[in-house]
């Protein structure tokens, strides 16, 4: 991990033995602020030992079928026995300053191509919301993000039931716990909506255990 243990530099020196070093960053999708910054680190702890040769890396997954199939399993988990017509389905990513995205950042590319693919798949297990939207969460300072902002786009819904779904992150969080679980709950019950869902991230979930296992095997061979 980046910022609490076990640190790049602890896991590694774990494994510097090892033939070779298989690298799947958490991150679905690439950005110069997450994965590349993770390779950063990782590649320059690496060749503090020797060992930077050793390592394959992948740059993104948002396309795996796997993947997806446990984005679409949280979603059917969520919704329940429900009818989903009755719902708006939003796919809420972590924002980015508008900067970042307009100095070639792939990651809102990755993200949009991400929403397409799910809702592809959503539809074809017979999933039909009343709307898909995709907006994004977590900005801060004065700098514009990318847009639509997530407490906007609830303001702007005339359907007042709505799912959420983190679609940034594969392991839950602070800020899908807090931020998308309670913040943002809080801004729905404000707006007066009836139902208010947050699906789960992949965690654990058996699709996105087979996806990781299927990326391995992808860049092992």
């Not at 939003?90 to 100095?103: C, E, N, R, V, Y």
């Not at 792939?106 to 799910?118: D, G, R, S």
């Not at 907006?135 to 997530?150: C, D, E, H, I, N």
Request: aromatic share 12%; net charge negative.
């Amino acid at each position: 991990m980046r910022y609490t243990p076990p640190f790049t530099k602890e896991a590694l020196e774990k494994i510097k033995d090892a033939d070779k070093i298989y690298a799947i960053p958490l991150y679905p999708h690439f950005s110069s602020t997450t994965t590349q910054s993770s390779f950063d680190a990782l590649f320059e702890e690496a060749e503090k030992l020797g060992i930077e040769d050793k390592i394959v890396t992948v740059d993104n997954y948002h396309l795996n079928p796997q993947y997806n199939e446990a984005i679409v399993n949280s979603i059917q988990e969520t919704l329940g026995d429900e009818n989903p017509e009755e719902y708006d389905l939003i796919f809420s990513a972590h924002g980015l300053p508008q900067k970042i995205i307009d100095q070639g950042d792939l990651y809102q590319k990755h993200i949009k191509e991400n929403v397409a693919y799910a809702s592809q798949l959503l539809k074809e297990q017979g999933i039909d919301f009343a709307n898909v939207h995709l907006a994004y969460q977590s900005r801060v300072g004065p700098l514009q993000w990318t847009k639509p902002y997530l407490d906007e786009k609830l303001k702007e819904l005339d359907n007042k039931k709505v799912i959420l779904y983190p679609i940034a992150f594969t392991v839950d969080n602070s800020e899908t716990e807090f931020e998308l679980d309670v913040e943002y709950r809080e801004v729905a019950e404000e707006l007066g909506y009836e139902s208010y869902k947050v699906a789960k991230a992949p965690n654990d979930n058996p699709e996105f255990i087979n996806a990781l296992d299927n990326i391995y095997r992808r860049i092992k061979y």
